[in-house]
Each structure stands twice: as structure tokens, then as C-alpha cells.
């Protein structure tokens, strides 16, 4: 906590003290733990994203299932399904997207850089939204095949990671905007 000294105008000439503090504090950080069977803190966190009402059991299930599917669909590659599910998740990750900016009465499409963990969490809710819209038996089944899809480069996710990517592109005019 900071003290600043500042004099006022009084007869007296006194020092008034006044505290200058931060009006809200940064949350702390939440440690995730790795998962149980790979040791992964990204599982945990894609498990933590793919989780309705705290039914975390639930979608550790669904996700081990939809690597071994994807394990015997893609049993011609030499590599594990969680190194696939990685690779997947690298080529749906976006690098740049678009923020509003309202300058004078205007409104423009400022492109600019993703920090890091927002990048792996928007990979993440990409590959499970996407994969929830497919038809499919199980959600397994539907995120096996949104995995392979983005391993392929196609597919929902990638198409979205796409798009962001030619709006940036198509705005970057309005760099000089960037906050």
C-alpha cells in the first residue's frame, strides 16, 4: 500500500496523508492438478471445460473414451491418441482475433494478439462446442471425431480458428487502434 504526502491549503500548513490503493486486486491463479491417467494439467483443464454441473467423473470418462476411439480410428499414425489430441488442439489454437473499439462515434474491428492461456482456452471451448453441435450416439463419439477433424485440419474448430484469422487479416487497417 502506497502513502502520498500532499500539502493543502490550510493556515496551519499541515501534511494530509491519504492511501492510494488499487480498486479491485488480481484473483489469484487456481493451481489445476494433472489428470489421473496422463499426468496432463491440458486434460485436466479440456475435462474442467468440457464438465457440466460438476459431473467431473463424467467427463473424464467421455474424454478417455474419445482418445480410444481415436486410438483405434487413426491406428495407421505411429503417434499415442493424446499426442494426436495435442496436435489437434495446436492447429485449432488462433493466434490473433478481433475487439470492438468505439473511436469517435465509429466503431471498429481492432485486431490483436491472444495471450497465451486465453489461446489454449479458446482452442479448448472450440473443439467442445464444436464437437457438442455434431450428430453423433455419444459425446464420445463426437469428440473423437472433432479430434481427427482437427488433426486433418477440418472441421468446425478449424474452420472458426479460420475465420478469426481472415477477420484480423481483413482488419488490420485498424492496428493502429490497438489498446
Request: charged content about 30%; some cysteine.
Amino acid at each position: 500500500m502506497a502513502v502520498e504526502e500532499q500539502r493543502c491549503k490550510q493556515p496551519s500548513g499541515q501534511k494530509l496523508q491519504f492511501n492510494v490503493t488499487m480498486r479491485k486486486a488480481k484473483p489469484k491463479k487456481r493451481i489445476i492438478l494433472p489428470d489421473p491417467v496422463f499426468g496432463d494439467v491440458r486434460v485436466s483443464k479440456f475435462v474442467n471445460h468440457l464438465m457440466y454441473d460438476g459431473k467431473k467423473n463424467t467427463s473424464y470418462r467421455i474424454f478417455y473414451s474419445a482418445l480410444e476411439l481415436v486410438g483405434k480410428k487413426m491406428a495407421n499414425e505411429e503417434k499415442a491418441p493424446l499426442e494426436i489430441w495435442k496436435e489437434a488442439l495446436a492447429k485449432v489454437t488462433p493466434q490473433v482475433e478481433v475487439k470492438s473499439r468505439r473511436i469517435g462515434g465509429a466503431t471498429f474491428q481492432v485486431p490483436t494478439e491472444i495471450r497465451a492461456d486465453r489461446k489454449e482456452s479458446i482452442s479448448m471451448k472450440n473443439l467442445i462446442i464444436f464437437a457438442r453441435k455434431r450428430g453423433g450416439k455419444t459425446m464420445a463419439d463426437k469428440l473423437c471425431a472433432e479430434i481427427i477433424d482437427a488433426y486433418n485440419e477440418q472441421g468446425g474448430a478449424f474452420k472458426r480458428k479460420e475465420d478469426m484469422h481472415r477477420m484480423a487479416e481483413a482488419n488490420r487497417a485498424f492496428a493502429h487502434f490497438r489498446f
